[in-house]
Every structure is written in structure tokens, then in C-alpha cells.
């Protein structure tokens, strides 16, 4: 009788809605390559180098975290060597949100939203000192390399023309001192008449 009782007891309890992050299996970094290439989504190598809270996730579902990577080679041609991909902030919650680490190294699928590429739980993300040297090479091979953004100038170049800008600001302004403390000089040096 006490086991009927609570038998009974259980099923008179409401059980609460449970949202849970389901993925269907999508092979390896290979295939999520592949699979890339064929729908226009983009799959690149890359590292962290920054992440910030990004514009909110308009489904509602939390916030979301904008991460820079700096990419080494890509399943489309990608001009710039740094990209951001977004992703919700969850870490493989009910959301299927993800998370990254600052330096690590990944290879990563996203889908472009509302003018943004994002990723998530179920995307296929790999970090790569989880893959085998072989599933690597074969990544690598498939991939290809990023591009300095529409063949401007290179870091180098950058510099360079920030050391001259500089050097020409400073000389302008040591120049402008140099006339005002002549100029005062000179009107100091009138007595009235």
C-alpha cells in the first residue's frame, strides 16, 4: 500500500519543461569541411585572439560572445586575417551555446546570420590538440590560405607609415613651439615708446 501511495504521489507532481541542446552527428573536422564548401557556410583554422559580449541573440535565448580569431586558412577565400564569429554564451547548456579560450587554437564552423558568422555547440568545432596529426594534414590540405586582405600593405608597411606620420606630427608641432617662443620673444623685446 505505501508503494502505491507513492507511486501515485510522483505522478500528481507537475514535472517541469526541460529544453536540452540535441546535435545530429556530423563526422569529423573533415567532413564539417566539406560539408562547408558545398553549402556556402565557412570552416576555417584559427586562434582566439580577443572576445567581447556581442549584440544579444534575437531568439532570446542569452547572451552571446564575440569572438576574434585570427585565421590561418579557410574553406572560402577570406580576405582579412582576423574574423569574428559569434556564439552564445552557454557552453553546451540547453542552447547549444560554446565556449573559447584566449590562444586556443581551433578549427571552426559557422553559418552566416543577420550580416554575422556564428557557431555553436553543434556546429562541429574541433580544438585542434584534440585532433590526430593525420585528420590534421587532411584538414590542412583541404583548406586554403588566407590571404592578406585585398593585397594592401603589409604589417611592415603599416609601420612604416605610422613611424613617418608620427615623426611628421612631431616635427610640425616642435615647429609651432619654435614660432610661438620667437614670436613672443620678438614682442618682448619692444619697448613702448
Known amino acids: 500500500m505505501l508503494v502505491v501511495i507513492l507511486v501515485l504521489g510522483l505522478t500528481a507532481v ?11 552527428m556530423l563526422g569529423g573536422p573533415e567532413e564539417v569541411a566539406a560539408q562547408a564548401a558545398r553549402d556556402g557556410s565557412v570552416a576555417f583554422i584559427g586562434t582566439v585572439v580577443d572576445a567581447a559580449p556581442a549584440p544579444a541573440d534575437p531568439s532570446g535565448f542569452g547572451g552571446v560572445v564575440g569572438y576574434a580569431f585570427a585565421v590561418e586558412q579557410a574553406s572560402v577565400p577570406i580576405s582579412a586575417t582576423a574574423i569574428e564569429v559569434h556564439a552564445l554564451d552557454d557552453d553546451g547548456g540547453a542552447s547549444c ?17 543577420d550580416g554575422a558568422l556564428h557557431t555553436g555547440l553543434c556546429s562541429g568545432n574541433t580544438r585542434l590538440t584534440d585532433m590526430t596529426q593525420d585528420s590534421m594534414d587532411r584538414l590542412r590540405e583541404m ?12 604589417a611592415e608597411d603599416a609601420t612604416f607609415t605610422v613611424d613617418w606620420l608620427t615623426a611628421g606630427a612631431a616635427t610640425a608641432l616642435l615647429g609651432a613651439m619654435l614660432l610661438t617662443v620667437f614670436a613672443f620673444r620678438r614682442d618682448s623685446g619692444r619697448r613702448p615708446g
Do not use: H, K, N
Not at 507537475?14 to 545530429?24: F, I, M
Not at 590560405?145 to 600593405?153: I, T
Open 143 to 154: 583548406l586554403i590560405p588566407v590571404e592578406p586582405a585585398g593585397g594592401g600593405p603589409s
Open 14 to 24: 507537475p514535472l517541469a519543461t526541460v529544453q536540452a541542446c540535441s546535435c545530429a
Open 97 to 113: 551555446g560554446f565556449t573559447f579560450g584566449r590562444g586556443e587554437s581551433w578549427f571552426v564552423s559557422a553559418y552566416e546570420q
